[in-house]
């Protein structure tokens, strides 16, 4: 990749002749069964455009409570769309859904309320542990959607993880929607760089996921821990560590040990493999969390005890 970077033809983008930016935009838009593709440094970046690009300002958009495009891309519909976000919660296993979206849709104009001007789905979604909707679910919700003339974006940041998961193309998941982005940085392992993408194969690795199972299984023996195997659907594992364990304090301590983890509340440990990432570093990656867990849950809980007797 490093060679490929350095002997890189290059030209101005800004004119449409780079010849390297081009063929990678060719190359994303063929992928995906698009017409173009537009390269972009960061999904938070893709994602905002597509956003702007769909909305009228005033509008509402749509989007699981947990998604990248409200939480953690610092306002920007509010900022660049001049949009609000209308984040909805999804029920029974914590997929979004269109049952979750119909309730919220407002395209009366006589309305005082905003106007729906889109739906943003995420795609694994992320903060629900990369949890992956199925091709049935979004395909409903694009077409109900399209029903009432409202568009759909997608973010599939890891949408090449879902593929895998699901065994089907990313082309033909991410056909229903109006617009995809996807990140060359994540599962892709690549340095930086996102895709926008206006309308096939695998690409992801296939051993992202068997290792993110391999460190399920080996937490499911971990004591002080919680996880539920069944729910590790993609590259993403989240790990519920038990009070007086934080989960900030956590991710600080294992960093010393060269465990690069994050935590998503006070309870719950984000960790993610990737195509660095070897199996056994996986599993040693959950030694390094085993051994702070027994030191120090344990460890307290019984300081706590003892200071309550
Ligand atoms: C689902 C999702 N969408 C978008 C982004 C934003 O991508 P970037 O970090 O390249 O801006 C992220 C980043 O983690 C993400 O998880």
Redesign the pocket.
Known sequence: MRDAIRNAVVGDDVYGDDPTANELEARAAGIFGREAALFLP????A?QIALFVHVGRGEEIICDARA?VYL?EMAMPAILAGCIMRPVMPGGDGRLTWQAIAPVINRDPADWKAQTGLIAV?NPT?MAGGLVLSPRAMEEICTAAHALAIPVHL?G??IFNASVALGVSVEQLSRPFDSVMF?L?KGLGAPVG?MLVGSHDFIARHRDHAHAQAMAGAFAGVSGVAIDPRRVETNVVHVIVRPPLRASALVGAVAQQGLLVTHVDDQTVRLVTHQDVTRDECLEAVAIIERYVTAHGEAHESAALRAHS
């Open positions: 960061s999904g938070t970046m994602n990248d953690w995420e992320n973010d940041a890891r990140c940085s996102s």
